[in-house]
C-alpha cells in the first residue's frame, strides 16, 4: 500500500496563478483533510471531507476550494495564489468522524513569489 | 471555534530522564485528543491517542493523561532517547475538526 499520496512536492507560483494540489489514499478510508504548515507553527485545517460528496471548512480556508471527486481523491485548489499561501501542504486521511488516526501524505512546498 | 495552546515550545533533556508536554483546550465538546511527532522534513506520524471517555493511557515508554474537567492533556515519554528528538504536536477535534498546538521542539542530549 502506498497510503497517502501527493502531488507534485514542490511548486513555485507567481502571485494571481492558479492550481490544483492532488491527493490519494488506498486505504479505503471515508475522512480526508488538508492542512497548511508554516514554518514555527502547527498544522492548521483548510477543509475536510467526512466521506465522498461531502465537503466542509476548517480553521482556515479563504483563499482554497477543494473537490472530493471519489473516495480516494481530494484535491485543494488556489483560484489566485498570493504570497501568504507560502506553505507546506499535507493531505490526510483517517477511518472517519474525527476519532481516529490521521495517515499524513509526505507534503507539498508550495512557494508564491 | 477551538484554540490549543501546548507549552513548553522547546524543552532539553539529558538521554534516559523524562519528558513532559502540556497542552490546554477551549471548547469542552472536544472528544479526540492525539499526539504527532515530526522530525525534520517529514510528515507528522501519530504516536499514542485518547479518546474524551478514557483519562490516561500507556504505550510503552510514551503515556498521555486527559483532564476534561481542567481543559488539558499532557505527553508523558519516560527513559528519553536521541531518538525521540522531534517537534511533538498535541491536538483537539471534535468529530473531524482537528485544531493542533504550536508544537514542541525536543531536544534529547546523549
Known amino acids: 500500500n502506498a497510503g497517502v499520496t501527493q502531488t507534485p512536492k514542490f511548486q513555485v507560483l507567481k502571485t494571481g496563478q492558479s492550481m490544483t494540489l492532488q491527493c490519494a489514499q488506498d486505504?479505503?478510508?471515508?475522512?480526508m483533510y488538508w492542512y497548511r504548515q508554516d514554518p514555527g507553527m502547527g498544522l492548521r485545517l483548510i477543509y475536510y471531507?467526512?466521506?465522498?460528496?461531502?465537503?466542509d471548512k476548517g480553521e482556515v480556508p479563504n483563499g482554497y476550494n477543494v473537490s472530493r471527486l471519489n473516495k480516494r481523491e481530494f484535491s485543494l485548489r488556489l483560484e489566485s495564489a498570493a504570497p501568504s499561501q507560502t506553505s507546506v501542504y499535507f493531505c490526510?486521511?483517517?477511518?472517519?468522524?474525527?476519532?481516529?488516526?490521521?495517515?499524513f501524505g509526505p507534503g507539498t512546498r508550495l512557494t508564491v513569489t | 471555534g477551538e484554540n490549543v495552546e501546548q507549552h513548553p515550545s522547546t524543552l532539553s533533556v539529558q538521554e534516559g530522564d523524562s519528558a513532559v508536554i502540556k497542552c490546554t483546550y477551549s471548547?469542552?465538546?472536544?472528544?479526540?485528543f492525539p499526539w504527532y511527532k515530526q522530525e525534520l522534513g517529514k510528515r507528522p506520524q501519530l504516536i499514542i491517542d485518547?479518546?474524551?471517555?478514557?483519562g490516561e493511557k500507556k504505550d510503552q515508554r510514551i503515556a498521555v493523561t486527559l483532564n476534561k474537567t481542567a481543559k488539558h492533556f499532557s505527553l508523558h515519554i519516560t527513559e528519553t532517547q536521541p531518538e525521540d528528538s522531534a517537534v511533538y504536536f498535541c491536538?483537539?477535534?471534535?468529530?473531524?475538526?482537528?485544531?493542533f498546538g504550536a508544537g514542541t521542539r525536543l531536544t534529547v542530549k546523549p
Open positions: 471531507s467526512a466521506s465522498e460528496g461531502t465537503t
Open positions: 486505504m479505503n478510508h471515508n475522512s
Open positions: 471548547d469542552s465538546a472536544s472528544n479526540y
Open positions: 490526510a486521511s483517517s477511518t472517519g468522524q474525527g476519532l481516529y488516526e490521521q495517515y
Open positions: 491536538a483537539a477535534s471534535i468529530w473531524n475538526d482537528m485544531r
Open positions: 485518547i479518546r474524551s471517555n478514557v
